[in-house]
T-cell receptor, first 113, second 114 residues
Framework: RKEVEQDPGPFNVPEGATVAFNCTYS??????FFWYRQDCRKEPKLLMS?????NEDGRFTAQLNRASQYISLLIRDSKLSDSATYLC??????????????WGLGTSLAVNP | DTEVTQTPKHLVMGMTNKKSLKCEQH?????MYWYKQKAKKPPELMFV???????INESVPSRFSPECPNSSLLNLHLHALQPEDSALYLC?????????????FGQGTRLTVV
């Protein structure tokens, strides 16, 4: 099982749609969780940190389920500008060395007019 | 202001050249990182500096040599690179020395080795 696993997509959705991404992690002792967004040939940008209580920022909602070891990202009312790759990142995911960030392979989202 | 500044933005170098990548942050962050990213892959960790000391080296070849002159600066010295080292090199920083908090990335240096 991969340490951090995401559905690579691509997800193709129309403008205004709601889309959800899930990410599973293997190490139950993982400590911090993040969603990053990366546009083509650009650097990753922090989208949201994911807290145990869940958090919301405008159209974006992130949730953590420790029992099932997954995090989710929900995007409501999708915009064309949401088209990007969304990367799930977990701190402490690696059982042998839990002192680093482990990155998922990313989920590609294309929002169409 | 969550800003990490990297220079240069683009670099083309020959296999016998020596060059350096530079990274600067003024957020008081205690951990700084070098990542390498190939197309359509996630960033791959190379080095972590925590409180100005090298804390993680992900078995990176010695042709890559990191340096942390002070808490705000991070360099990556390059020597005798191979064409397969061509990639986007990303610098990042995070507030705590352990990397538990969010990491913020610079715009990267797109390196081409010819």
């Amino acid at each position: 099982r991969k340490e951090v696993e995401q559905d690579p997509g691509p997800f193709n959705v129309p403008e205004g749609a709601t889309v959800a991404f899930n990410c599973t992690y293997s190490n139950s002792a993982s400590q911090s969780f993040f969603w990053y967004r990366q546009d083509c040939r650009k650097e990753p940008k922090l989208l949201m940190s994911v807290y145990s209580s869940g958090n919301e920022d405008g159209r974006f909602t992130a949730q953590l389920n420790r029992a099932s070891q997954y995090i989710s990202l929900l995007i409501r009312d999708s915009k064309l500008s949401d088209s990007a790759t969304y990367l799930c990142v977990v701190f402490g995911a690696h059982a042998g060395n839990n002192r680093k960030l482990i990155w998922g392979l990313g989920t590609s989202l294309a929002v169409n007019p | 202001d969550t800003e990490v500044t990297q220079t240069p933005k683009h670099l083309v170098m020959g296999m016998t050249n020596k060059k350096s990548l530079k990274c600067e942050q003024h957020m008081g962050h205690r951990a700084m990182y070098w990542y390498k990213q190939k197309a359509k892959k996630p960033p791959e960790l190379m080095f972590v500096y925590s409180y100005e000391k090298l804390s993680i080296n992900e078995s990176v070849p010695s042709r890559f040599s990191p340096e942390c002159p002070n808490s705000s600066l991070l360099n990556l010295h390059l020597h005798a690179l191979q064409p397969e080292d061509s990639a986007l090199y990303l610098c990042a920083s995070s507030q705590d020395g352990q990397g538990i908090t969010e990491a913020f990335f610079g715009q990267g240096t797109r390196l081409t080795v010819v």
